[in-house]
Nanobody
Framework: QVQLEESGGGLVQAGGSLRLSCTAS????????MAWFRQAPGKERKFVAA????????DYTNSVKGRFTISRDNAKNTLYLQMNSLKPEDTAVYYC?????????????????WGQGTQVTVSS
């Protein structure tokens, strides 16, 4: 079992930055691909960014490319999402997830473990 806990969410003005963290316990993250998803009010949860087990391969949804950076520190069992140039449409609950597959994937169904989420609100 892998337990995931997100932190770093909050309220920020448009154009600002936030850094989300996801700390894992129970098992080492070295054996898992990781990802961030988000769910805006009244909408389905959607893929944001993914990273493979080593951190050498990443993938992003088009709307965050060039603004968000996903990274990981396997020694600290932690996943990060650096979010810059935030927009009101980035407002959502952000979830981290772990997949036992080693490659980065956008497919939500392949992620077995999920955190409880952290709220990000971007004001205009």
């Amino acid at each position: 079992q892998v337990q995931l806990e997100e932190s770093g969410g909050g309220l920020v003005q448009a154009g600002g930055s936030l850094r989300l963290s996801c700390t894992a316990s129970g098992r080492t993250l070295r054996r898992y691909a990781m990802a961030w998803f988000r769910q805006a009010p009244g909408k389905e949860r959607k893929f944001v960014a993914a990273i493979n087990w080593s951190g050498g391969n990443t993938d992003y949804t088009n709307s965050v490319k060039g603004r968000f950076t996903i990274s990981r520190d396997n020694a600290k069992n932690t996943l990060y999402l650096q979010m810059n140039s935030l927009k009101p449409e980035d407002t959502a609950v952000y979830y981290c997830a772990a997949s036992p597959g080693l490659g980065a994937t956008t497919m939500e169904d392949l992620y077995d473990y999920w955190g409880q989420g952290t709220q990000v609100t971007v004001s205009s």
